[in-house]
């Protein structure tokens, strides 16, 4: 009997199964997945008047009652000690539609929760004990830390539960929750563990920006000058015009630079043609190398946001030092981060390893290792304008640091 195989994988022909076996052969396999979330903007998320979370869980099957687990950063909690009953009382509200498994799980906030594999597995035990299956959502609130580390386990039990994420920090607003990335640290190493796995949705809410502290407010304004620097000089001349109203948070600044920073980095994921970062760059990463390598050094005491500043200042000087970017603009960088209250230096930038060397450049063979290939570092050649460059020089790189650490004064 002749049994011929028509269909074939990707185009190519299968041989009929009487033909002599081969026994090397090559499949073309290949298809796209087209991935698509909403980034919401919205005030008062958990009043029962507002239908947005209700809505968001219903979006693919509607008339249904949907299955949510909800995890909340103790750090908002600690200043917002009311709003599990808000929650409690809002899935009541719109009980046809979202049915809570548990009352909203506290997890631990800022680095720590990144840090500590047992919270993972904590996390994790919750998401199996309520049987969340991948018709059902994990809705994590809170800083990036919290979304990076719930955002691992969300997109790992089951291999993938829907994740809506709400983030409460002005940096998980503008830039780490409208992302594709999780992650958490091991070995010392920034988000060594992680997975690309976008988002169900992100619901951000103004109003639960209002308990942060200054700090991390001011922490998360980095990304909005990073993304400025490097993609929309414009969007850098309005933060130096707003930076007044920024650093006193007026609300409308505020709204504008988080939701201007988001749709930067969301058109970057979307159409910068490697959201999955396969390839050697990390565009959206400028100023990042020695932040992620800074944070490391000072066991986290540095925030991120506060890390990123210093990253910017330091890639910015190199720039100019490498002939990339005029004279004087650094001066006009720098001095926007101190506005908004950045301060330049840390002394963790002059740690020595036991050879001598300076620690911080250990970030740049890190940040090649991340992705692997050959080592791709953003700088720029105006504001506004990345270039990628594939070489640090690290006696310019040096220089760089010191001219940050003259221009702050420290000895
Ligand atoms: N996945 C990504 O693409 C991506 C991108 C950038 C940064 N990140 C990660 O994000 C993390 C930093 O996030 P972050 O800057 O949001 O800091 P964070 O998550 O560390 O939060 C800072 C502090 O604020 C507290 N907090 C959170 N929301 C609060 C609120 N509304 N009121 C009061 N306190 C609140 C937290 O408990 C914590 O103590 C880092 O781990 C960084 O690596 C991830
Ligand atoms: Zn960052």
Not at 355 to 384: C, K, N, P
């Amino acid at each position: 009997m002749q049994m011929a195989l028509t269909a074939g994988v990707n185009g190519s022909r299968m041989d009929t199964l009487d033909a002599a076996p081969v026994a090397v052969a090559c499949y073309a396999q290949r298809f796209t997945v087209t991935y698509e979330y909403q980034v919401h903007f919205t005030e008062r998320l958990f009043e029962p008047a507002n239908s947005l979370l209700a809505d968001v869980v219903e979006r693919l099957e509607p008339e249904r009652r949907h299955r949510c687990l909800v995890f909340i950063d103790q750090g908002l909690l600690d200043s917002r000690p009311e709003l599990p009953d808000e929650i409690t009382a809002y899935a009541r509200h719109h009980w046809a539609r979202l049915a809570l498994v548990a009352p909203p799980i506290t997890v631990p906030g800022s680095e720590r929760i990144k840090n500590e594999l047992f919270c993972i597995e904590q996390i994790q035990r919750q998401v199996f004990e309520h049987g969340i299956d991948r018709h059902s959502y994990v809705i994590a609130i809170g800083g990036g830390a919290v979304l990076d580390a719930v955002g691992l386990v969300a997109a790992t039990s089951h291999r993938g539960v829907r994740l809506i994420r709400v983030p409460t920090t002005v940096l998980s607003q503008n830039d780490s929750g409208v992302g594709v990335k999780n992650g958490i640290n091991l070995y010392g190493v920034k988000n060594f563990y992680g997975t690309f796995a976008p988002p169900f949705a992100v619901l951000n809410d103004v109003d639960l920006l209002t308990p942060l502290a200054e700090r991390d407010k001011v922490a998360g304004m980095a990304e909005a000058v990073k993304v400025a620097l490097i993609r929309d000089g414009s969007f850098f001349a309005w933060l130096e015009r707003a930076a007044d109203d920024l650093i006193t948070f007026r609300r409308p600044a505020l709204v504008a630079m988080i939701q201007r920073c988001a749709e930067l980095h969301m058109r970057q994921i979307a159409h910068g043609g490697d959201p999955f970062e396969t390839g050697s760059a990390r565009p959206l990463d400028y100023g990042h190398w020695s932040a992620h390598k800074l944070e490391s050094l000072t066991k986290h005491h540095v925030r991120h946001g506060e890390a990123v500043a210093i990253g910017i200042a330091l890639d910015a000087r190199y720039s100019v030092l490498a002939g990339l970017l005029a004279e004087g603009q650094e001066e006009r960088i720098c001095a926007l981060l101190e506005h908004l209250g950045f301060r330049l230096w840390h002394p963790a930038l002059e740690a020595k390893r036991s050879d001598g060397s300076v620690a911080l450049l250990e970030g740049l063979r890190e940040f090649r290792e991340h992705l692997g290939g050959e080592l791709t570092v953003t700088l720029l050649e105006g504001i506004g304008r990345g270039i990628e460059v594939h070489e640090i020089d690290e006696t310019r790189m040096l220089a760089a640091m010191r001219w940050l650490q003259a221009r702050d004064g420290t000895p």
